[in-house]
């Protein structure tokens, strides 16, 4: 089996709901059998290339075409297997309950015979190294493993263009590899082309040729972020020579944590959060950071021992976040939790940051002035009539990040802060930290992303394995 | 999240899932249509060895079926109070009236929901998702594109358990939870609704871009078996109605509720 041919020609796409076009004007040709690092910032219409390929775009009812885009002549809608998608969210992808009903689901919808699919299932599952039975449930597969069973799903169907649209992006670091070594031993052994959409170049080299980006250079909008008070980001030394780095905030003793109550994540724990301090807690998939975090954040009652705010932290609440009302948390710990879609509230952009300062009462003219200051450092004002879930990846973390910062809180708790966002999004968020820890802030980062805790001096605190 | 339902091992568990439904269906339509209180009893007591065989473990049996077990006398108590009056009346206050008549509906009530429920529960308890949605679409010949979408919809019920905790830590965090509580609760029932479509959504891209809805004829993973089995379990179920009716008839109970 060969890769397949892929052309571009004056290629565009306009979703039906929206005025402003996806992509347009593209031109590309990539060679079969070649293997294509796609990049460009947010917006710039990488995904939408992508799923153009794969024939779910949909029809005349869902958008506008122009242009051509062919594989191997053919219009991609009109070739359903010969492209295998893979896409970033690991819990969207697995369709079917069991595994091997869902590496087969492709080659049903094929009409491939019953006996070559089984054999397609385990050729696939093999090549992308998922050595669980046939049975297993799909919900009981971790993130890398969950990708792997998508890779496998799309294989199954034997396609001559593999397109992977950020694959790696929701996964820890061991979970990044095993997908990558994963996609190179396939795109070695079926010679597929291959199109991978990532902005974290470095996980392809060695297994990619060339890359394409897409869309305007990035240098403009960067050039405005400069201007902001946020500065650029810089380095920032070691922890230890931190200014504000001596007042403790939150104190925790022999700390256990619980997402769902009776089922400890992790612990005991002894961790002090100081004024000024970045934090990183760190770990793989499952280890409990995102709990611990929460529990930091008075947003999860302890399992075991003690979460205590300080005197100064806490003025006249109780020692314990968990017992602050949620409106005593806004000046006191505020918390940008992963995903955007979940914690946006209001119909306008302007709105969204104003929540938290209303629900402080605060007076009309102070909200005014705290949303305008925002909307500029955040480069939101362009968009602050705008609808907030029709926002960017980029631009809904900057928001959720203003939202937060509105109310001014001594701890900011951030889960993920960097995941999945372009290179661009992923200075802001140095330069937006390292700002705040300067002010004394304190910073407690839950993530993946050793360059994040690296660039902003961070003290890491590692968590163990999934028990 | 949504755990494989490994419960009954009796003699019935490997028994196409269209055959329990049809024959759930069979035990339950003669009782649909008649409301006297011999056809319910002798289908109840026909049903005991099909509810036996289909290998639920007596706690399970009594922990699944225990709604019906409150449902049943509950709606009894009522018809005994307020249905039809006829024969000697044994208690009148106000618009309660206990007769022989009523109370020969309640039991035959008590009996019906019981007969009708009880089979249902027991065959149904071990069934998975998939192998009833293998049988629906290949051997019930309901479409496939609706039965894999239903599918595919079911496994994301479990996310959304996971979604409603995340809205209401976003709104703690938002400084909005301490009061106006069902206001809150409408405003995340609202967002429940839109990442429900959103997770559809993404579902719907995963399955068309491995080739769902192409036009090409579709071909199936696994056969959903269909035998002797399948064949008897529906013979048993149409022996029951048929015995219960032919007993109410032969006893002059018979009373079809269409008649009236």
Excluded at chain 1, 177 to 200: K, N
Excluded at chain 1, 283 to 302: D, E, F, I, M, V
Excluded at chain 2, 33 to 40: C, P
Aim: charged share 20%; hydrophobic share 45%; net charge neutral.
């Amino acid at each position: 089996m060969t890769g397949a041919r892929v052309a571009a020609r004056g290629w565009g796409w306009r979703y039906a709901t929206r005025h402003a076009w996806a992509a347009r004007g593209l031109d590309l040709d990539i060679a079969p059998g070649e293997r294509i690092l796609l990049s460009g910032l947010s917006g710039s219409g990488k995904s939408t290339l992508l799923h153009a390929l794969a024939g779910v775009l949909g029809g005349d009812d869902e958008g506008e075409q122009e242009g051509t885009l062919a594989i191997d002549g053919d219009d991609p809608r009109d070739v359903h297997g010969r492209a295998g998608l893979v896409l970033q969210d690991p819990d969207a992808q697995a369709i079917m309950h069991r595994v091997g009903d869902d590496v087969a689901f492709g080659c049903e919808n094929l009409g491939v015979p019953r006996d070559e699919m089984w054999r397609r299932v385990s050729s696939a599952l093999d090549l992308v190294g998922l050595d669980v039975s046939l049975d297993r449930s799909t919900s009981a597969l971790s993130g890398g493993q969950k990708q792997r069973l998508a890779l496998a799903g799309a294989l199954a169907m034997q396609p001559r263009l593999l397109l992977l649209d950020e694959p790696t992006a929701n996964l820890d670091a061991s979970g990044v590899i095993e997908v990558r070594d994963a996609v190179a031993r396939v795109v070695e052994s079926t010679g597929a082309t291959l199109i991978v959409v990532e902005h974290r170049a470095d996980v392809w080299r060695g297994v990619i040729d060339r890359e394409v980006r897409l869309g305007p250079p990035a240098s403009t909008t960067t050039a405005v972020f400069g201007t902001t008070p946020f500065g650029a980001p810089e380095i920032r030394g070691s922890g230890a020579e931190v200014p504000y780095s001596c007042t403790p905030l939150i104190t925790t003793r022999d700390l256990t944590v619980a997402r769902v109550k009776g089922k400890p994540a992790a612990g005991p724990i002894d961790l002090t959060i100081r004024a000024g301090e970045v934090l990183g807690i760190t770990g793989p998939n499952g280890s409990g950071k995102s709990t611990l975090g929460r529990t930091l954040a008075g947003l999860l009652p302890a399992a075991g021992g003690t979460v205590v705010a300080s005197d100064e932290l806490r003025g006249d609440a109780a020692p314990q976040p968990i017992r602050w009302s949620s409106a005593q948390l806004l000046t006191r710990i505020g918390t940008v939790l992963q995903s955007p879609d979940h914690q946006l509230l209001a119909k306008t952009v302007r709105e969204e940051i104003e929540v938290g300062p209303r629900a402080l009462k605060l007076p009309p003219e102070e909200i005014a002035r705290r949303t305008d200051d925002l909307l500029d450092r955040l480069r939101l004002d362009h968009l602050a009539a705008a609808h907030p879930h029709t926002l960017s990846g980029g631009e809904k973390r900057r928001l959720t990040v203003g939202a937060m910062l509105a109310t001014r809180p001594r701890v900011c708790v951030l889960d993920e802060p960097t995941f999945g966002q372009d290179p661009q999004t992923w200075r802001e968020m140095v330069g937006i930290m390292a700002s705040l820890a300067d002010q004394g802030i304190a910073i407690v980062a839950i993530t993946h992303d050793l360059d994040l805790l690296s660039a902003l001096g961070a003290r890491e605190f590692r968590m163990g394995d999934a028990q | 999240m949504i755990p494989v339902a490994q419960v009954a091992r009796g003699p019935l568990a490997g028994i196409n899932p269209v055959a329990k439904l049809a024959a759930a269906l069979l035990v339950a339509l003669p009782l649909i249509v008649t409301i006297d209180w011999v056809s319910a009893l002798t289908a109840l007591v026909l049903e005991i060895p099909l509810i036996v065989m289909s290998g639920l473990g007596w706690r399970s049996f009594w922990l699944r079926t225990l709604p019906v077990w409150i449902a049943a006398p509950l709606t009894a108590v009522s018809i005994a109070l307020y249905g039809e009056q006829s024969g000697e009346v044994h208690f009148h206050w106000w618009l309660m009236n206990i007769s022989d008549g009523s109370l020969e509906l309640a039991a035959a009530t008590f009996f019906r929901v019981l007969a009708i429920a009880l089979p249902g529960i027991a065959l149904f308890a071990g069934v998975d998702p998939t192998d009833l949605a293998d049988g629906l679409a290949q051997r019930a010949k309901l479409p496939a594109r609706f039965v894999l979408g239903a599918l595919g919809g079911l496994r994301m019920v479990g996310l959304l358990v996971d979604d409603w905790r995340e809205l209401e830590a976003a709104r703690r965090v938002r400084g909005v939870a301490d009061q106006g509580r069902i206001r809150r609760l409408a405003g995340m029932a609202f967002a429940l609704i839109v990442l429900a479509i959103r997770r559809g959504t993404h579902l719907a891209t995963a399955m068309e871009s491995r080739a769902f809805g192409a036009t090409t004829a579709r071909t199936w993973a696994r056969e959903s078996p269909w035998g002797a089995r399948e064949w008897a379990l529906m013979a048993a179920g149409l022996a029951i109605s048929v015995t219960a009716l032919v007993v109410t008839t032969a006893t002059g109970h018979l009373n079809i509720i269409v008649a009236d």
